[in-house]
Nanobody
């Protein structure tokens, strides 16, 4: 079992940047593919970005391509989501999730462990 804790959320103006962290405990994060998801009020949870277990494959949602970057530091047992050029539509609760598998997938049901989420609010 692994526990995931997100941090780094907050309030930022449009055009600004935030870096989210997903820290793992209980098991090494290098054992999992990791996905970042988000859920805005009244909307379904959606995939944002993912990293394969080895870090070689990093899919992104079209809405964040070129603005967000996912990375992992297995030595620190942490995965990051660097978010640049933030827009008001990026406002949501952001969750990281771990999947027992090689590849990150777009489907939240394929993930086995979830963090509690961190709020990101982008003011226009």
């Amino acid at each position: 079992q692994v526990q995931l804790v997100e941090s780094g959320g907050g309030l930022v103006q449009a055009g600004g940047s935030l870096r989210l962290s997903c820290a793992a405990s209980g098991r090494t994060i290098g054992s999992f593919a990791i996905g970042w998801f988000r859920q805005a009020p009244g909307k379904e949870r959606e995939f944002v970005a993912g990293t394969s277990r080895g870090g070689g494959n990093t899919p992104y949602a079209d809405s964040v391509k070129g603005r967000f970057t996912i990375s992992r530091d297995n030595a620190k047992n942490t995965v990051y989501l660097q978010m640049n050029s933030l827009k008001s539509e990026d406002t949501a609760v952001y969750y990281c999730a771990a999947r027992i598998g090689v590849s990150a997938t777009y489907t939240d049901r394929s993930y086995d462990y979830w963090g509690q989420g961190t709020q990101v609010t982008v003011s226009s």
